[in-house]
């Protein structure tokens, strides 16, 4: 990251541990992934060396979770008119849309790594498939990354902050069953993405199949997350 973007992003993230905003994300997320992996997910009654009763729920979880995050990074500044002041600064639209993605990023994976301790527990009473496990984490930091590029730019689209969780909530939850590769492939100009839709994909990681296409897919989505954020930006200055 530029110095700029890195000004940014240490900004957004102490504002985020501002108060107890973020302990209340972080126990809502906890208690909604202990309650899906426990009661609706069977943990205790079904062989889970790979965590499947935790992974199967995380997109829909994290759908719920990451507007949360992520909804007040541009509204805000909208809201509080405080977005002029930011765009006479000299940072680039580069920095801002990095350093304050970025925040949202970090403080996401926070709050998934608090999930850790139920490997450790788990281990002690079954041969976990740790292989399996590190592909169903990394599917986890690969949504949380395209959702957090999504939900910024629809932060940048609205002053209103349930607005921008119901647009937020609503805008992922149907690109998570929604085919985009033929989207991704328009707009960066790539003949070839694996087929399938959002959820597709991350299950192809979660039982164990890590590919190259599934990973770019993810990236790219977030790529384009950060264009529309971009040029939602820019827009305010016209």
């Keep these: 990251m530029t110095s700029l973007t890195?000004?940014?992003?240490?900004?957004?993230?102490?504002?985020?541990?501002?108060?107890?905003?973020?302990?209340?994300?972080?126990?809502?997320?906890?208690?909604?992934?202990l309650i899906t992996t426990f009661y609706f997910g069977?943990?205790?009654?079904?062989?889970?060396?790979?965590?499947?009763?935790?992974?199967?729920?995380?997109?829909?979880?994290?759908?719920?979770i990451i507007p949360a995050v992520c909804m007040h990074l541009w509204t805000d500044e909208y809201r509080l008119g405080t977005i002029e002041f930011i765009m006479s600064q000299p940072v680039s639209y580069t920095s801002l849309v990095t350093g304050k993605f970025f925040a949202a990023f970090v403080f996401s994976l926070l709050m998934l790594f608090l999930t850790l301790p139920l490997v450790f527990f788990s281990s002690f009473?079954?041969?976990?498939?740790?292989?399996?496990?590190?592909?169903?984490?990394?599917?986890?930091?690969?949504?949380?990354?395209?959702?957090?590029?999504?939900?910024?730019?629809?932060?940048?689209?609205?002053s209103r902050p349930i607005v921008t969780y119901l647009m937020s909530f609503f805008t992922i939850w149907g690109l998570m069953y929604f085919n985009l590769t033929p989207i991704l492939q328009k707009a960066f100009g790539l003949q070839y993405l694996p087929s399938g839709s959002f959820m597709q994909q991350y299950i192809n990681f979660i039982s164990g199949q890590i590919n190259i296409g599934s990973v770019l897919y993810f990236v790219l989505l977030t790529l384009l997350g950060l264009w529309i954020n971009t040029e939602a930006l820019k827009a305010q200055r016209v």
């Design 42 to 64: 069977s943990f205790l009654d079904t062989n889970n060396t790979s965590l499947e009763s935790f992974f199967r729920f995380q997109p829909e979880i994290l759908a719920m």
């Design 125 to 158: 009473y079954l041969d976990m498939d740790g292989g399996r496990i590190a592909s169903g984490y990394l599917g986890c930091v690969l949504v949380v990354l395209s959702f957090c590029g999504i939900c910024c730019a629809v932060s940048a689209l609205s």
């Design 6 to 33: 890195t000004i940014v992003f240490k900004k957004e993230l102490q504002d985020y541990f501002k108060g107890l905003m973020s302990c209340f994300i972080f126990a809502v997320y906890v208690g909604i992934t």
